[in-house]
């Protein structure tokens, strides 16, 4: 199968959703209540509450240390109105995925979750609207990598196999899969309705002239990939640190030497996001 073929049965697959966990039947349910605007929050909490699995989910990651938030969140409706709407339906639309990452991946998991918090000081700091919702979109900006693990895994080993020696990451997915984890996971995202602001900032978060609307967003990922590589949190198949994309300082406005105060905000926030993380695993141990 050449790369053009092989890179429209990859998207036959997104399409359809094929081998990926199902999406759950309350974000179908979730999706008609957002867009009808005589809904009320509280309502929207209500359907959600009604899940003890989502309700323990989207509180559990609304009082993580990517968002930082310094009260605890304890109800659904205070998650709402912390994290937004989009936020929420993205932490539950994405929740399978993740549950099956933090225990298949702890590595990759980990590499996402420190990018999401990255992401987020990188967003304050430069007054982005909506913070916690470019965070999130941090959270998932290697959604086509679990997906090239999850439903492609005999290509994400050869893909690991080019990078391990020597090959570029996103040129050996090009050439093996015929579309790269960024367009992948943007894809998907596409798929289950996502806001443009995050799909386009994920696809962009290694090439940022991908974007075209929303060039910040993308480079608050980009840098934050790169610290966290540097930093050395988490895994990934990646062995070096990826290139920095110099154009990065100019869209952000600010320069090298401002990375210094992120990595002191950061450091804190990755040490206890460790302990969330070996939570999680000691609980889908034990189940």
């Not at 909506?130 to 086509?144: C, K, M, S, V």
């Not at 406005?253 to 990595?263: A, C, Q, S």
């Amino acid at each position: 199968m050449d790369v053009y073929e092989k890179r429209k049965e990859v998207r036959r697959k997104l399409r359809k959703l094929e081998g990926l966990p199902t999406l759950p039947p309350i974000v179908q349910k979730l999706n008609v209540m957002i867009e009808d605007e005589t809904v009320s929050i509280n309502q929207i909490a209500e359907v959600i509450e009604k899940d003890q699995v989502i309700t323990s989910k989207v509180l559990r990651l609304a009082n993580s240390a990517f968002y930082g938030f310094p009260k605890k969140v304890s109800t659904v409706q205070n998650a709402l109105m912390l994290l937004g709407i989009n936020v929420v339906k993205i932490l539950i639309t994405t929740s399978s995925i993740f549950e099956i990452l933090h225990k298949e991946d702890v590595g990759l998991w980990e590499h996402s979750i420190g990018v999401a918090a990255c992401t987020r000081i990188i967003a304050e700091k430069i007054e982005l609207k909506e913070p916690q919702e470019i965070a999130t979109a941090g959270l998932l900006h290697d959604l086509g990598r679990v997906i090239e693990r999850v439903a492609f895994k005999e290509d994400y080993e050869k893909i690991a196999k080019m990078v391990e020696a020597g090959e570029d990451h996103i040129e050996a997915e090009k050439k093996v899969l015929g579309i790269d984890h960024a367009e992948m996971g943007a894809y998907l995202m596409r798929q289950w309705n996502l806001p443009d602001r995050l799909i386009e900032s994920v696809d962009a978060h290694h090439e940022l002239k991908r974007a075209k609307k929303f060039k910040r967003e993308a480079a608050a990922i980009h840098l934050a990939d790169v610290i966290i590589h540097a930093r050395g949190y988490g895994e990934t198949i990646l062995k070096k640190v990826p290139p920095l994309d110099e154009k990065v300082f100019k869209i952000l406005k600010f320069d090298i030497w401002e990375v210094k105060e992120i990595l002191k905000v950061l450091e804190p926030r990755l040490y206890e996001l460790k302990f969330f993380t070996e939570e999680l695993i000691r609980e889908s141990e034990s189940t």
